[in-house]
T-cell receptor, first 109, second 111 residues
Framework: GIQVEQSPPDLILQEGANSTLRCNFS?????LQWFHQNPWGQLINLFY???GTKQNGRLSATTVATERYSLLYISSSQTTDSGVYFC???????????FGKGTKLTVNP | KAGVTQTPRYLIKTRGQQVTLSCSPI?????VSWYQQTPGQGLQFLFE???????NKGNFPGRFSGRQFSNSRSEMNVSTLELGDSALYLC??????????FGPGTRLLVL
């Protein structure tokens, strides 16, 4: 099946810094989503981005489907950005999401 | 619109018991998927339902089952609980080929 790799696994920043999280996938996809898992475990949807570029406030994402990767940019990070960020993909006609192992982001004040 | 709701939020069971978890999707969504999250295995797909039919199933033993009702609400059942079934169980609601929205999850602890 499709493989999803996220990097880096851990990232520690000072408040106000920018960061880039990467997601590589091993095959073509029809769905790619970025999620932020809050401390209570809920997955918060950030972007639905199988291709192209989207922006939402301080967050933006780019997926280059032909090269099988996606990037999540966080600018001017805040302590509330801390948590685990997941990339998930699905392929073919399936709605099944395959998740990466996540990037754990810690933003220190 | 109200989001995805899951009940109960927390559950403690003992080995050998069975458990039923419930998920109510976003109004208008007919697809519901279930995922298990553990520290060791990460997030893994359990099954997907659309209009009361299971469309896809992950690689889990037959002790894990589910169903969907005509109002799109879904339940999953785990029989003969094992310690390794302790996990966060997440339900997602989605339109066809669209964004998947997750509920708050049910934390199951098996003692």
């Amino acid at each position: 099946g499709i493989q999803v790799e996220q990097s880096p696994p851990d990232l520690i920043l000072q408040e106000g810094a920018n960061s880039t999280l990467r997601c590589n996938f091993s095959d073509s996809v029809n769905n790619l989503q970025w999620f932020h898992q809050n401390p209570w475990g809920q997955l918060i949807n950030l972007f639905y981005i199988p291709s192209g570029t989207k922006q939402n406030g301080r967050l933006s994402a780019t997926t280059v489907a032909t090269e099988r990767y996606s990037l999540l940019y966080i600018s001017s990070s805040q302590t509330t950005d801390s948590g685990v960020y997941f990339c998930a993909v699905s392929q073919g006609g399936s709605e099944k999401l395959v998740f990466g192992k996540g990037t754990k982001l810690t933003v220190n004040p | 619109k109200a989001g995805v709701t899951q009940t109960p939020r927390y559950l403690i069971k003992t080995r050998g018991q069975q458990v039923t978890l419930s998920c109510s999707p976003i109004s208008g969504h007919r697809s519901v998927s279930w995922y298990q999250q553990t520290p060791g295995q990460g997030l893994q797909f359990l099954f997907e339902y659309f209009s009361e039919t299971q469309r896809n199933k992950g690689n889990f033993p037959g002790r894990f089952s589910g169903r969907q009702f005509s109002n799109s609400r879904s339940e999953m059942n785990v029989s003969t609980l094992e310690l390794g079934d302790s996990a966060l169980y997440l339900c997602a609601s989605h339109p066809p080929s669209g964004t998947q929205y997750f509920g708050p999850g049910t934390r199951l602890l098996v003692l």
